[in-house]
């Protein structure tokens, strides 16, 4: 008889686009992939934590107390990292950026914490996003240097007309509806079932 799966605890963390901001539906992205996520067999239970205007530096000094409150020994512990694309905005070179989601990524191996990589959204900006460009390059890098799973929003969405729609007309230039189900599309679609280990429900 097959061993039964641990329960899995997963924290998202990840500046406001983890929260469901600009999303009238007020589900965002992670609400709509914890929609179509299994949740039984095994448990599965998804702690999304935004933190506004954070940049990888800041997400480095809060990433192990968020999931210490949250992980358990008795659990399948699982991080989610939203890559922001505000670093250069920030002073942080791509270098440092580099470094800090390594830094990340090495002391949760270290911990027995498997991961996932979800990027950088383009700008509303356009001026901007060939540097986003050279940053989720250099994210992605890091990811594959290490095994894990790094899901592109940046290039299938920088020229999607619908996309950028949106932003355009968006206060603040935060994404709405289109913007949040095109990212859910794109992490249901290209590894988050095969990280988890389960079936898609489709």
Not at 20 to 49: C, N, Q
Not at 91 to 111: M, P, Q
Not at 137 to 158: K, S, Y
Request: glycine letters at 8%; one cysteine or more; hydrophobic letters at 40%.
């Amino acid at each position: 008889m097959a061993e039964a799966r641990k329960d899995i605890r997963i924290v998202i963390l990840g500046d406001s686009h983890v929260g469901a901001s600009g999303d009238e539906r007020g589900m965002g992205w992670v609400g709509r992939v914890t929609a179509k996520t299994p949740a039984a067999h095994p448990r599965i239970d998804i702690f999304a934590l935004p933190a506004p205007a954070e940049n990888t530096s800041m997400l480095a000094e809060r990433w192990v107390q968020e999931v210490q409150r949250r992980f358990s020994s008795e659990t399948d512990n699982r991080l989610v990292l939203a890559l922001p694309n505000i670093d250069l905005a920030a002073g942080i070179s791509t270098s440092r950026s580099r470094l800090n989601v390594a830094t990340i990524l090495d002391e949760a191996a270290k911990a027995g914490i498997s991961c996932l990589l979800v990027g950088p959204w383009p700008s509303h900006n356009p001026q901007l996003n060939s540097d986003i460009e050279h940053l989720v390059a250099g994210f992605e890098d890091v990811a594959n240097r290490r095994g894990i799973t790094f899901i592109d929003c940046f290039r299938p969405l920088v020229e999607h007309p619908d996309f950028n729609s949106e932003l355009a007309s968006a206060e603040h230039g935060r994404p709405g509806q289109i913007g949040h189900g095109l990212v859910a599309w794109l992490v249901l679609n290209r590894g988050w079932y095969e990280w988890l280990g389960i079936e898609s429900p489709e």
